[in-house]
């Protein structure tokens, strides 16, 4: 990795902590809820002002011409969510933000960064939690400076899965999500579990709590630096249906080894969400 993209890792880093701390205090005040795609789609004041002053720190550091920018308060706004060879950053402002408003601990900031359409690192901010999860391609990852791994467990039988119910609530979508996991539950696995924000349940996955996270329906600024950090940490991560992974395809699984992602797969009922790189006029 070039130093120049070292010194824009410091500044994620740096970045994420202090919008981190915006977040927290702004739990403390009244909260501005309205809606997106749909009623359970939540957005905040929260969200749009984190993200402003995430992208205005980015573009200050970094100018505006040479980078790029996709966040996820931008592109509710119209703006373009194309992934070019351009050095692009790719930012959550509060990811789980239906948490973040019911005061369920577990919200997070998520900044990545990718440069030839390849993520470069991921920077992950638990901001009630405290903990700053980060990780560079080829150098590992991290959380709070301490080198993090995936779960060595290929038993399925001995693991904890993560899956979300997403904020589609089309009855056959649901239907399909609710028979993929009692699927999962009867295999049987220990656990299933959900902290209602994908970068952390990501995280969780590369500090080896649980063993695997999928969901069809997210969007690439919800994972794209918790694929850096799953990945660094040894963990793979794939297409719910075993294919590729796609950072715009708004379908991933993400595990601590191929035998516990193949033996989850085998059990989603796989549908299809509009991806996120399709020209706004076109949707
Ligand atoms: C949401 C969270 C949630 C996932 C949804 C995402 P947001 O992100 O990551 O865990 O299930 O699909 O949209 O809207 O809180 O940034």
């Known amino acids: 990795m070039a130093d120049e993209w070292q010194r824009a890792y410091e500044v994620a880093v740096d970045v994420a902590r202090k919008a981190g701390a915006v977040i927290r205090k702004a739990a403390d005040s009244e909260i501005k809820v309205s809606t997106k795609s749909s009623t359970v789609d939540l957005v905040t004041k929260t969200d749009e002002r984190v993200e402003k002053i995430i992208i205005g720190a980015l573009k200050e550091e970094f100018g505006e011409d040479t980078h790029c920018f996709i966040g996820e308060e931008s592109v509710a706004k119209g703006e373009a969510c194309i992934l070019t060879k351009k050095p692009t950053w790719i930012i959550d402002p509060v990811d789980g933000t239906t948490n973040f408003v019911h005061g369920f601990p577990f919200v997070a900031v998520s900044i990545a960064f990718a440069v030839n359409k390849e993520l470069e690192f991921g920077v992950i901010y638990s901001c009630f939690e405290d903990k700053m999860y980060k990780a560079r391609k080829g150098m590992g990852a991290f959380c709070d400076d301490e080198k993090i791994t995936v779960s060595d467990v290929k038993d399925i039988h001995k693991s904890i899965i993560i899956s979300e119910h997403g904020t589609d609530r089309s009855p056959d979508k649901v239907k399909k999500i609710f028979s993929t996991m009692q699927k999962i539950l009867c295999i049987p696995v220990h656990g299933l ?31 794209a630096a918790g694929a850096v950090i799953v990945r660094e940490a040894g963990g793979i991560l794939l297409d719910v249906d075993g294919g590729p992974f796609d950072l715009m395809s708004r379908r991933m699984m993400s595990a601590n080894n191929d035998i516990i992602a193949n033996r989850i797969i085998k059990e989603i009922e796989v549908f299809t969400a509009e991806r996120d790189d399709i020209p706004a006029q076109k949707k």
């Open 193 to 223: 579990r959900g902290s209602g924000t994908a970068a952390t349940n990501m995280c969780l996955v590369a500090c080896g709590a649980v063993e695997a996270f999928f969901e069809i329906g997210i969007h690439c600024w919800d994972i």
